[in-house]
């Protein structure tokens, strides 16, 4: 029996029987098969004979073999027959993570449990000296009760003759996949893993909050840390399984459940004062699994090569409703404070203060006026002209005057044109006309097609922007309040162009307020949509009124 002998049906060592080809790597085979004395299936590696790896192989499978972390695949059998090696590895159905991120990103809450949840398994086994070898997109799979594995256990980096590895090593390549789930980029050398390159600036990779809008600061903050060299904002990096994994218990809580069953650990946390980011992400009271069962062939080391797989369900942003952004601040849809005191005591404060205003209004007007009649040079010639435009920063407090705005759709993924005609419709001060987006299906994060949509609001000249107000239509919207990066007085064409400055995830139907965490001096003011509602049988935004306060 040779490497190419070996086809579907024939019996491998008088158990094995050969199902299908997973993958090949170098000449290497892996193969779909069923272990005919326990009645189950497994997944087999083998060598052709006289291949230089066996040796190689031998020895990570028998480092893999002493693994007891649950979330490895253990090494079940490795041998040799007539002359071929094989090595024969546990199977579990899923879905390796490079075909989930064909569909698009994860959410933050998804990619944090998914990368502290194989932090976890590094932690145990690097403190047995060992090491993974190969961690990757293809090495990790989601299983059909939505739990992770972790596949390949130094017998991957056997069959592509990159050595053990080391602890270092594992923990860079898990930075990788982090940043890739977040951003659907390729951090490293790419293209890879089906994956476009991330970008770069200044020779510097740009961290996730650059690339996606929506990302949580806390997980933008491990990733820079776990990539960046030396990390940005002098924070020291994170060169460890343990300090990586404590990092994420941080952000997405302790729990071994998936994502959708975490609310009461999350919830905990919070109290705990483990969750601190005004940005996190937080579980929907009942958000959807984080990857349904797949149909017919699944993969168990990330290697597969069939179409039988379903395009990944739906798996929506996890809710995020903190009390407060730290600056007092309360949400929309947090509850109101209980009113205390009498309502007679109410009403008399409240007839005093509207006395005072009025008093106070009288008093402008009236100064106002005799302003005005000090300027008058006894013509009317300049009587009913607009104040000269100022180049001077406009002075804060009330609502900014709008310019201009457009749709911003930009390219590649975007072909620019999201309903320019009704853009006006958002600030025209009428609650009853609104811009929408156009209509996507299958996904609220426009299909998968796109990072976001939204509308460029131009000022006419720089202004302290305090905070955004958004009237929205359609429950479950996340959206961003972004400024150009550098130069606020030029609106970039790209994403990259532009820099968050403020985030609200899931909003219901009503007003949303964007604030900054200090005035934003800025020209053009960017209302970027990152998620939007179900519309009857597709997905579209809608934007009713934005009123930008100085």
Same mark, same amino acid.
Request: proline share 9%; with cysteine.
């Given at each position: 029996?040779?490497?190419?002998?070996?086809?579907?049906?024939?019996?491998?060592?008088?158990?094995?029987?050969?199902?299908?080809?997973?993958?090949?790597?170098?000449?290497?085979?892996?193969?779909?098969?069923?272990?005919?004395?326990?009645?189950?299936?497994?997944?087999?590696?083998?060598?052709?004979?006289?291949?230089?790896?066996?040796?190689?192989?031998?020895?990570?499978?028998?480092?893999?073999?002493?693994?007891?972390?649950?979330?490895?695949?253990?090494?079940?059998?490795?041998?040799?027959?007539?002359?071929?090696?094989?090595?024969?590895?546990?199977?579990?159905?899923?879905?390796?993570?490079?075909?989930?991120?064909?569909?698009?990103?994860?959410?933050?809450?998804?990619?944090?449990?998914?990368?502290?949840?194989?932090?976890?398994?590094?932690?145990?086994?690097?403190?047995?000296?060992?090491?993974?070898?190969?961690?990757?997109?293809?090495?990790?799979?989601?299983?059909?009760?939505?739990?992770?594995?972790?596949?390949?256990?130094?017998?991957?980096?056997?069959?592509?003759?990159?050595?053990?590895?080391?602890?270092?090593?594992?923990?860079?390549?898990?930075?990788?996949?982090?940043?890739?789930?977040?951003?659907?980029?390729?951090?490293?050398?790419?293209?890879?893993?089906?994956?476009?390159?991330?970008?770069?600036?200044?020779?510097?990779?740009?961290?996730?909050?650059?690339?996606?809008?929506?990302?949580?600061?806390?997980?933008?903050?491990?990733?820079?840390?776990?990539?960046?060299?030396?990390?940005?904002?002098?924070?020291?990096?994170?060169?460890?399984?343990?300090?990586?994994?404590?990092?994420?218990?941080?952000?997405?809580?302790?729990?071994?459940?998936?994502?959708?069953?975490?609310?009461?650990?999350?919830?905990?946390?919070?109290?705990?004062?483990?969750?601190?980011?005004?940005?996190?992400?937080?579980?929907?009271?009942?958000?959807?699994?984080?990857?349904?069962?797949?149909?017919?062939?699944?993969?168990?080391?990330?290697?597969?090569?069939?179409?039988?797989?379903?395009?990944?369900?739906?798996?929506?942003?996890?809710?995020?409703?903190?009390?407060?952004?730290?600056?007092?601040?309360?949400?929309?849809?947090?509850?109101?404070?209980?009113?205390?005191?009498?309502?007679?005591?109410?009403?008399?404060?409240?007839?005093?203060?509207?006395?005072?205003?009025?008093?106070?209004?009288?008093?402008?007007?009236?100064?106002? +006026?005799?302003? &005005?009649?000090?300027? /008058? *040079?006894?013509?009317? !010639?300049?009587? %009913? #002209?607009?104040?000269?435009?100022? @180049? =001077?920063?406009?002075?804060?407090?009330?609502?900014?005057?709008?310019?201009?705005?457009?749709?911003?759709?930009?390219?590649?993924? +975007?072909?620019? &044109?999201?309903?320019? /005609? *009704?853009?006006?419709? !958002?600030?025209? %001060? #009428?609650?009853?006309?609104?811009? @929408? =987006?156009?209509?996507?299906?299958?996904?609220?994060?426009?299909?998968?097609?796109?990072?976001?949509?939204?509308?460029?609001?131009?000022?006419?000249?720089?202004?302290?922007?305090?905070?955004?107000?958004?009237?929205?239509? %359609?429950?479950?919207?996340?959206?961003?309040?972004?400024?150009?990066?550098?130069?606020?007085?030029?609106?970039?064409?790209?994403?990259?162009?532009?820099?968050?400055?403020?985030?609200?995830?899931?909003?219901?139907?009503?007003?949303?307020?964007?604030?900054?965490?200090?005035?934003?001096?800025?020209?053009?003011?960017?209302?970027?949509?990152?998620?939007?509602?179900?519309?009857?049988?597709?997905?579209?935004?809608?934007?009713?009124?934005?009123?930008?306060?100085?």
């Amino acid at each position: 029996m040779s490497n190419q002998t070996v086809s579907p049906g024939a019996l491998l060592a008088g158990r094995y029987r050969i199902a299908e080809l997973l993958a090949e790597i170098d000449g290497a085979r892996v193969w779909r098969a069923v272990d005919e004395v326990l009645s189950r299936a497994v997944v087999v590696d083998i060598l052709p004979v006289g291949d230089p790896r066996t040796n190689l192989l031998f020895d990570a499978a028998r480092r893999a073999a002493a693994a007891a972390d649950p979330r490895f695949l253990r090494v079940l059998d490795c041998d040799m027959h007539d002359g071929v090696t094989y090595c024969v590895r546990e199977w579990a159905g899923g879905r390796p993570l490079e075909r989930m991120l064909a569909t698009g990103p994860l959410t933050g809450q998804q990619a944090g449990w998914l990368a502290r949840e194989v932090s976890e398994a590094l932690e145990n086994l690097h403190r047995t000296g060992l090491s993974h070898g190969s961690i990757s997109p293809s090495t990790v799979v989601v299983t059909d009760a939505g739990a992770i594995k972790v596949v390949g256990l130094a017998t991957e980096a056997a069959l592509r003759s990159t050595g053990p590895g080391s602890p270092e090593h594992d923990i860079h390549a898990l930075g990788e996949l982090l940043y890739a789930s977040l951003t659907g980029r390729w951090p490293g050398p790419g293209p890879a893993w089906g994956m476009q390159p991330a970008p770069f600036e200044h020779g510097r990779l740009l961290s996730p909050r650059q690339v996606r809008a929506g990302v949580p600061r806390s997980l933008d903050d491990i990733c820079d840390r776990l990539l960046s060299n030396p990390p940005r904002h002098h924070t020291p990096p994170i060169t460890s399984a343990a300090g990586l994994s404590a990092a994420l218990s941080g952000v997405v809580g302790s729990s071994h459940e998936p994502p959708n069953q975490m609310d009461e650990t999350v919830q905990v946390a919070r109290q705990n004062g483990s969750i601190d980011d005004a940005t996190q992400v937080v579980p929907q009271t009942t958000p959807p699994a984080l990857d349904p069962t797949p149909p017919a062939y699944q993969s168990s080391n990330g290697h597969e090569t069939h179409s039988a797989y379903s395009t990944a369900a739906e798996t929506r942003p996890l809710r995020q409703p903190p009390p407060s952004n730290g600056n007092g601040r309360r949400r929309a849809d947090d509850p109101k404070p209980k009113p205390k005191g009498s309502w007679g005591g109410r009403i008399l404060i409240l007839l005093a203060v509207l006395a005072l205003l009025s008093v106070v209004a009288m008093a402008q007007f009236l100064l106002k +006026g005799a302003m &005005n009649n000090d300027q /008058d *040079d006894g013509t009317d !010639s300049g009587a %009913g #002209k607009p104040p000269a435009t100022s @180049t =001077t920063p406009s002075a804060t407090g009330g609502p900014a005057k709008i310019v201009s705005a457009k749709d911003f759709d930009p390219p590649p993924d +975007g072909n620019g &044109n999201e309903h320019p /005609d *009704d853009v006006g419709k !958002s600030y025209d %001060g #009428k609650q009853d006309t609104s811009w @929408t =987006t156009m209509s996507y299906k299958n996904k609220p994060n426009f299909g998968g097609q796109k990072e976001g949509v939204g509308i460029i609001y131009d000022l006419g000249e720089p202004t302290a922007v305090s905070k955004v107000l958004v009237a929205l239509k %359609g429950d479950e919207t996340s959206l961003e309040l972004m400024v150009p990066k550098g130069d606020t007085s030029k609106s970039p064409t790209t994403v990259s162009g532009w820099t968050p400055v403020a985030t609200e995830e899931d909003q219901p139907e009503g007003t949303t307020t964007l604030t900054p965490s200090a005035p934003t001096q800025t020209q053009y003011v960017l209302v970027w949509l990152t998620k939007i509602p179900k519309d009857g049988g597709g997905y579209r935004g809608e934007i009713s009124e934005v009123t930008i306060q100085k």
